[in-house]
C-alpha cells in the first residue's frame, strides 16, 4: 500500500512561486508515472501535469505549460511541481496521483493554494 501525501501549499500573490511535493510512503513509487490535478471551487478536477517513471517524460496542461515544472527523485520517493507566474485562476486544491499505465492505483488528499490578486 502506498500514502501519497501532498504539501507546499498556501496562500500567494499573483505573479508568485510555490512548490509542491508529493511524498510517498509504504512502498517505492519509482514504477508509477504520477499525475498532478487541481480542482477550483465548483469545478471539476482537472490534469495539471504528469511525469512518467523514469523522469523521462513530462507533460502539462496547456494553461499550465511555460510556468509549471514537475520533477521526481526516485531516491526520495517524492515528486515535486515548480509552480511559477501564479495566476488567481491557478486556485485550488492540489493533488497527486500514482498511475500504473491508464489506471489510477493511488491518490493524495490534496494540498491547497490560493493566489490573491
Known amino acids: 500500500q502506498v500514502q501519497l501525501v501532498e504539501s507546499g501549499g498556501g496562500l500567494v500573490q499573483a505573479g508568485g512561486s510555490l512548490r509542491l511535493s508529493c511524498a510517498a510512503s509504504g512502498r517505492s513509487i519509482s514504477t508509477y508515472n504520477i499525475d498532478w490535478f487541481r480542482q477550483a471551487p465548483g469545478k471539476e478536477r482537472e490534469f495539471v501535469a504528469a511525469?512518467?517513471?523514469?523522469?523521462?517524460?513530462?507533460s502539462y496542461a496547456d494553461s499550465v505549460k511555460g510556468r509549471f515544472t514537475i520533477s521526481r527523485d526516485n531516491a526520495k520517493n517524492t515528486v515535486y511541481l515548480q509552480m511559477n507566474s501564479l495566476q488567481a485562476e491557478d486556485t485550488g486544491v492540489y493533488s497527486c496521483?500514482?498511475?500504473?499505465?491508464?489506471?489510477?492505483?493511488?491518490w493524495g488528499h490534496g494540498t491547497q493554494v490560493t493566489v490573491s490578486s
Open positions: 496521483a500514482a498511475r500504473f499505465s491508464t489506471t489510477y492505483a493511488y
Open positions: 511525469i512518467t517513471s523514469n523522469g523521462g517524460i513530462t
